[in-house]
């Protein structure tokens, strides 16, 4: 891992989990040696066919050819030389879902710099330190966050001094080709996501070049996706789901994609039909949303053949209220941005009956067998094999998984303690009908609130929770949420000091945390609940938000 040597133990036991049984990354599975590499030949084989169609917020539609997409996106490779970026820097993407986004980390791949998405949602004070451990030598922003982004760099107690590039680029900016010795390697180092963890800062996933097309190699095989295929994009780029699975796996199969600005309930079904679209991705969110909206298909000449679904907690009864609506397969599959993207995911040519049950009849829907990309297994707290249908570790290992925690040795000896990647989730398998694992997720080990598909500490919760006067102890609560998965409950104790209300809890939260993180429901009692050891133990208090379930909560802006 660049600039972080680590001991030789532990680079043996990563090494072990990016490994297959009997198939060492030196034998990798497909024969593309870079991104670049796979655009370039995109370009030359099909130039005239669409790679990539945008729709803005306002329904305005683009689409550019692979032969453009691959012009400008050399364009930018010229313009990060220009800069002073060389290859192995850190270029960090401070915007959305904009065709712009996409074509500067195409630039970054085929220059071989590393790519680092910041979520404008996320919190400032995590966004500098983003920038500040990533070693980011430039941000590309929009016009419309420059001024955002330069308070984000200025506040605090050290400010930053980064250079800022404004997107659109000078379109000028073309001509720069790579010669094959200039060309990155399957190792060269491709894009850093930061993720929440039960610590307060993000740990940064850094994946390689083979990482992003070994996972979206398979994720193509295992969901038919053909160079006749058309995807779509609704979730957010900056997240592995919305880069790898609609974004690279396309240019592995040398199909199309659609990229939406932002996911709409009343833009959704219309456009995957006027595209015919045969693939997309969701989170569970997006089908309670469409199913609260009562979204209709009436009229429409959909090509849809599945959804796929992952990146949150799915219900057994939120599956079966879509499948019984829209009568659309839904592929549920699970990963992680540590394992790139997908690890493992429900066979889409299963018959309906038999989907359904894998769905529904075991307590939590399943998901799936793992991919041939990597293995699979429910191990116990000593990283032995547990039986089928006892509860243990979800473990990985495999082609897709990823480099290690940038600069966090702590973490990568955890993660990797036993040779394979320890996900902090909890789950068990059956057998399937051919004796293969089906895999299930039941709840998390490490205790993060996972809302609408984006991870939240509960950590940072807490903090602000405990700073609150009359609170003798205060703690964040992830519960049950039929629109998003989980929503973010807070359990007090107060001293007896002074009256305490939830109103006023609530209120003092929002003026240090974003909406999304606030407690949405505050419950108090006499007694928290502590292990042996004096730790929390959040899950016990779980139901007592059971409740709240079905609740709306708004941040007064109309969301």
């Not at 060389?86 to 970054?108: H, K, M, Q, W």
């Not at 330069?150 to 000028?172: F, H, N, T």
């Not at 399957?186 to 850093?192: G, H, S, W």
């Not at 067998?369 to 570790?393: F, Q, S, T, W």
Request: hydrophobic content about 40%; charged content about 20%; glycine content about 10%.
């Amino acid at each position: 891992m660049s600039n972080s040597p680590l001991p030789p133990d532990l680079i043996d036991r990563i090494a072990h989990a990016r490994d297959l049984t009997g198939r060492p990354r030196s034998e990798p599975l497909l024969p593309y040696r870079s991104v670049g590499e796979l655009l370039s030949r995109r370009a030359a084989e099909t130039p005239s066919k669409a790679f990539m169609i945008w729709y803005n917020r306002d329904g305005t539609r683009g689409e550019l050819t692979y032969h453009d997409f691959h012009r400008r996106v050399i364009g930018r490779a010229t313009l990060l030389a220009r800069l002073g970026i060389r290859p192995g820097d850190r270029v960090a993407t401070y915007s959305g879902n904009f065709p712009e986004t996409a074509l500067i980390y195409f630039a970054c791949w085929a220059y071989g710099a590393t790519v680092v998405p910041l979520s404008v949602s996320e919190d400032e004070a995590h966004l500098r330190y983003i920038i500040r451990n990533s070693e980011a030598k430039s941000i590309f922003t929009r016009p419309e966050l420059l001024d955002k982004l330069r308070s984000i760099l200025s506040g605090g107690d050290d400010p930053i001094s980064i250079p800022l590039q404004v997107e659109p680029v000078d379109e000028s900016a073309e001509g720069y080709f790579p010669n094959d010795a200039d060309l990155p390697f399957p190792d060269t180092e491709a894009l850093i996501v930061y993720t929440s963890g039960t610590t307060g800062n993000p740990k940064g996933v850094l994946l390689d070049q083979y990482n992003l097309l070994v996972d979206g190699f398979a994720l193509a095989s295992h969901h038919r996706i053909t160079s006749n295929t058309r995807m779509m994009c609704v979730l957010p780029i900056h997240h592995v789901n919305g880069t790898i699975v609609t974004m690279v796996t396309p240019l592995v199969a040398g199909s199309s994609f659609v990229l939406n600005e932002r996911f709409s309930v009343h833009h959704f079904f219309p456009r995957l039909a006027a595209e015919g679209v045969e693939v997309v991705s969701v989170v569970p969110t997006l089908l309670a949303f469409l199913l609260e909206a009562d979204a209709s298909t009436d009229g429409l000449d959909l090509k849809l053949h599945h959804i796929i679904c992952g990146a949150g907690p799915l219900t057994v009864d939120l599956a079966m209220r879509f499948e019984m609506r829209y009568h659309i397969p839904i592929a549920h599959g699970y990963g992680l941005s540590e394992t790139t993207c997908y690890s493992c995911c429900l066979p889409v040519d299963l018959p309906t009956t038999d989907r359904r049950l894998w769905l529904s009849q075991h307590g939590y829907p399943a998901i799936g067998p793992a991919l041939p990309v990597n293995e699979m297994a429910i191990h116990d707290p000593d990283g032995k094999p547990i039986r089928p249908g006892e509860r243990g570790e979800i473990v990985i290992r495999g082609h897709n998984v990823m480099i290690g925690y940038y600069h966090n040795e702590p973490a990568n000896r955890s993660a990797f303690e036993h040779g394979w990647f320890r996900s902090g989730d909890e789950g068990f398998f059956l057998p399937g009908p051919d004796g293969e694992p089906y895999y299930f997720i039941t709840g998390r080990l490490k205790e993060l609130i996972i809302r609408g598909g984006v991870n939240i500490s509960p950590l940072e919760i807490d903090e602000v929770l405990m700073a609150l006067p009359g609170v003798r102890a205060g703690i964040a609560v992830g519960f049950e949420h039929d629109l998003y998965g989980e929503e973010v409950g807070a359990y007090v104790q107060p001293d007896g000091g002074q009256a305490l209300t939830a109103e006023a809890i609530i209120a003092a939260c929002r003026q240090a945390l974003p909406f999304a993180k606030c407690p949405k429901v505050v419950i108090f009692g006499d007694q928290m609940p502590v292990t042996s050891t004096g730790k929390y133990q959040r899950n016990k208090l779980r139901p007592l938000f059971a409740e709240y379930r079905t609740g709306r909560f708004s941040d007064g802006k109309g969301r």
